[in-house]
């Protein structure tokens, strides 16, 4: 059997949302998979700093981050992209101007104000991956952060249209749903770094399978040839489906891969 490559989202997809536990059928499956001779990734919009608990948590080859601006292999960084220093900063002070609040994502550490927000949603984000000891707030204003893509919020009163052309020349704007985007420079996703990996391991495109539920997971789909949609999902996926497995708190990760052939 050829050498297969397997890209896993995390959130909604390794990982449930409803007990934000990674079902032990799950890990037993990616770790078998490797076992059988394939490679296995974690493909995320969590840049590296976020995701510490599912690299201790799973069996991988390595994990791709931010939406594709970063790929790491046994803890060591062998592809990158930031945006440029004064490019970050002038989005900083356009977040707020515009009427957002944001997080701002590197592969060291996760940044926002030191102010809590006027919109409660983004408080309950901030709150939330607070609890994982992961937040810095006192770096926000210095001109020398560099960060690799960001998260914002908006409420009513944000400046949409405004906000998003002064980003529209190289940042792409991911529509998460409900006032939430997340944003990327442009020319970097979930599928371009899926190639990356296929190049630099040697793997054919067709021996690729990706495995997610959200709308960040678009460009992975349209991508890959093999893509195993969670029951749960976006439904903006669905032309790009090759397989639908079931939901990840019955185990729709170690059945999607039983069936496929990929134990």
């Known amino acids: 059997m050829r050498k297969k490559a397997l890209f896993f989202d995390v959130d909604g997809t390794l990982l449930s949302e409803v007990t934000h536990t990674i079902p032990d059928s799950a890990r037993k499956a990616l770790a078998d998979s490797r076992r059988a001779g394939n490679l296995v990734f974690i493909n995320s919009g969590r840049t590296y700093s976020f995701l510490g608990d599912i690299e201790e948590a799973v069996e991988c080859d390595g994990l791709l981050c931010g939406c594709g601006t970063c790929v790491v292999e046994q803890k060591k960084v062998i592809f990158q992209h930031r945006i440029a220093l004064k490019r970050g900063y002038e989005i900083r002070k356009a977040m707020t101007q515009y009427g957002f609040d944001g997080i701002l994502e ?25 609890g994982k000891g992961t937040l810095t707030y006192d770096r926000w204003e210095e001109e020398s952060l560099e960060f690799d893509k960001f998260c914002v919020y908006a409420d009513k009163n944000s400046d949409k249209e405004g906000f998003f052309s002064f980003l529209s020349p190289d940042i792409d704007v991911i529509d998460r749903g409900d006032n939430f985007y997340e944003c990327v420079p442009s020319g970097f996703t979930k599928a371009t770094a899926i190639a990356w990996v296929l190049e630099h391991h040697g793997i054919e495109k067709q021996d690729a399978y990706v495995f997610g539920d959200s709308s960040n997971d678009l460009a992975m789909f349209e991508y890959a040839e093999n893509a195993v949609l969670m029951q749960k999902h976006d439904k903006i996926l669905e032309p790009y489906a090759t397989f639908v497995t079931k939901s990840v708190e019955e185990d729709g990760i170690a059945w999607a891969m039983q069936q496929l052939g990929l134990l």
């Open 106 to 130: 590197s592969t060291e550490g996760l940044y926002v104000r030191k102010e809590r927000s006027w919109i409660e949603a983004f408080n309950r984000l901030r709150d939330s991956v607070a």
